[in-house]
């Protein structure tokens, strides 16, 4: 099964990227302290960042 960075949408190596499980069950991945960071800490979208795969408007 291949992961997915849950804000970037990019494919993570076995082996590499971080896994956070909030509270209430919900599981995230990332792929690197920037995703992880943009995502909690400072709650942005990824729709929003240009370049996260998500944000690419076609």
Same mark, same amino acid.
């Given at each position: 099964?291949?992961?997915?960075c849950? %804000? /970037?949408?990019l494919?993570? &190596?076995p082996?590499?990227? @971080?896994?956070?499980?909030k509270?209430d069950?919900t599981?995230?991945? %990332? /792929?690197s302290s920037?995703? &992880?960071?943009?995502?909690? @800490?400072l709650r942005?979208?990824?729709?929003k960042?240009?370049?996260?795969?998500?944000?690419v408007?076609?």
């Open positions: 099964m291949e992961r997915r849950s %804000f /970037c949408n494919p993570i &190596e082996g590499r990227g @971080k896994m956070f499980v509270r069950g599981v995230f991945y %990332f /792929c920037k995703c &992880e960071r943009n995502m909690l @800490k942005r979208k990824p729709r960042v240009r370049w996260a795969a998500k944000g408007r076609r």
